[in-house]
């Protein structure tokens, strides 16, 4: 009898600890599953004007134009009551146009923007900014941190552009693509009072 009674003991005693332990299996999964919010990508559409956080946020603008894939990758300040162009940004300096590393284009088809061709692939895209006329550049060293390792010489498409002005003002820094076509879209950037925007095209 007494043989029968410590068997039971030790069959509950294992079966007790096998079911810790499985519980403690889907707790370790279920917090290794989510997400780290501290490095998710957002994509920004609001003015955000209540925004004053000083983190710049990782972002990303994206667009399916006729089933091609076409986006920026980016990090996104805000204005935070500072003086932006010509102050935190310098005029007739390249600029990474975001924060902390490269802002990329990624395209899965061939494009065409203003009048200039680029091929599939992905690329940095740097700005000139100016008080006139911003320079748009498109660079082969797309994986880079801000513009310590940018070359002109690896420039592949630079476009002069003309600014608008916003009325009101964009708190985070934010890029967007909207489709205006069939094939067609347009790339745009935004930032205080402050509008660039690029037409694109889908080469078939």
Not at 17 to 24: D, I, K, L
Not at 45 to 60: L, M, N, Q, R
Not at 72 to 88: K, Q
Not at 112 to 117: C, E, F, H, K, V
Request: aromatic share 10%; glycine share 6%.
């Amino acid at each position: 009898m007494h043989k029968i009674y410590f068997a039971f003991l030790a069959v509950s005693f294992f079966a007790s600890c096998s079911n810790q332990n499985e519980q403690a299996s889907s707790n370790s999964t279920t917090a290794a599953a989510k997400p780290d919010t501290g490095d998710k990508i957002i994509q920004i559409t609001k003015v955000d004007d209540v925004d004053t956080a000083k983190k710049s946020i990782k972002a990303i603008a994206t667009k399916n134009i006729n089933g091609k894939h076409v986006s920026v990758y980016y990090h996104s300040p805000a204005v935070r009551g500072r003086e932006i162009w010509g102050g935190l940004v310098p005029f007739d300096t390249p600029w990474v146009t975001g924060a902390h590393m490269a802002t990329t284009l990624e395209t899965d088809a061939p494009l065409q923007l203003d009048a200039a061709s680029l091929p599939a692939g992905k690329y940095g895209l740097f700005t000139i900014p100016s008080e006139g006329e911003w320079t748009f550049i498109v660079n082969k060293n797309w994986q880079q941190h801000l513009t310590d390792e940018y070359d002109p010489k690896d420039d592949l498409i630079r476009i002069k552009i003309r600014p608008d002005t916003l009325d009101y003002t964009q708190q985070r820094l934010m890029w967007s693509i909207d489709q205006t076509g069939e094939n067609r879209g347009e790339l745009e950037f935004r930032w205080e009072r402050l509008r660039l925007r690029l037409p694109i095209q889908i080469i078939n």
